[in-house]
């Protein structure tokens, strides 16, 4: 192959990604990037379900366990850091891998993202308080009051993506469109994009065995000794959230492991929409043999 070539593997958690880019960066001899928002920060382990520690020996990784959890990492940071790195690797290995389900990532790496303004701590700690107390209702209400167009096609559902917009809004003055004009990132690669989706029962059955997995392998403590940084936009999603409203009193422990299950349902839900509205991808059952002959089929 003259051209390098980029593997894209995403899709809803616990789809297989991590499985099937293990063996395709076997198959090819390569190496991984992972496209995920926070199996970069070295203290969250167990609840982003990283790659075991004989996996990453065996496989290099890139951007896992790259940062701390008192740091802030953004995916404009990612897309920039991670294009770079790519750009080394295909020095060495014709093919790499790229897995992840922040599909916000994959995009700042394959499309480029804007220089937004930074966003000032006390400003978004004003917005996260104001969000706690009033609501979901409210901050849908106030983003779709100021950016309308955005809100059409925006997650609705999800406040981190609405808290951010607002963040943006609020130091800027713009509306996200007017700030989202830079053009689109030139890629010296080739690229295939494969989805992986199991169907909705057997993820199901996924998610919930994961979740057990995860509480069994000590999920509940990992977040009792991240909970002085529950302010972190990494830790105010599914997986940490439910065990901090256990350690408040706001629910049983039982209570709090049903939920991880609901609400991760309900996360891999939202991913299926994104991906599906990004529109790229090839959309597989999750097998090796399927993965390579889609590969195949997209680079002859």
Request: charged residues 25%; hydrophobic residues 40%; contains cysteine.
């Amino acid at each position: 192959m003259s051209t390098p070539l980029l593997i894209v593997v995403g899709g809803p958690t616990a789809s297989g990604k991590t499985s099937l880019a293990l063996d395709l960066a076997r198959h090819f001899r390569s190496e991984i990037l992972s496209a995920d928002s926070r199996q970069c920060y070295r203290e969250l382990n167990i609840g982003t379900a990283k790659p075991t520690s004989a996996e990453l020996q065996e496989i290099k990784h890139h951007f896992i366990n790259t940062h701390s959890i008192q740091e802030r990492y953004s995916a404009g940071q990612y897309g920039t850091d991670a294009f770079q790195v790519l750009l080394d690797r295909f020095q060495v290995h014709p093919v790499m891998i790229l897995c992840g389900g922040s599909g916000l990532y994959i995009q700042a790496l394959l499309k480029g993202f804007d220089d937004l303004p930074e966003v000032p701590a006390t400003l978004r700690e004003r917005l996260s308080d104001d969000f706690s107390e009033k609501g979901l209702s409210w901050l849908q209400a106030e983003v779709e009051r100021r950016d309308p167009a955005f809100f059409a096609r925006a997650e609705v559902q999800n406040p981190r993506r609405l808290l951010r917009a607002l963040e943006l809004l609020e130091v800027s003055g713009k509306a996200m469109a007017d700030l989202r004009q830079q053009k689109a990132r030139q890629l010296p690669f080739r690229v295939v994009s494969l989805g992986l989706n199991p169907g909705r029962e057997v993820l199901a059955e996924r998610i919930d065995h994961r979740t057990e997995h995860m509480v069994a392998a000590g999920l509940f403590e990992e977040a009792r000794q991240v909970m002085q940084w529950r302010s972190h936009q990494a830790l105010q999603t599914v997986g940490y959230e439910e065990p901090f409203g256990y350690f408040d009193g706001q629910w049983s422990k039982e209570e709090a492991i049903e939920k991880i299950k609901i609400n991760t349902r309900q996360y891999a839900k939202r991913q299926m929409t994104w991906f599906r509205k990004y529109g790229e991808m090839q959309w597989i059952s999750g097998s090796k043999a399927e993965a390579l002959k889609a590969i195949e089929e997209n680079i002859s």
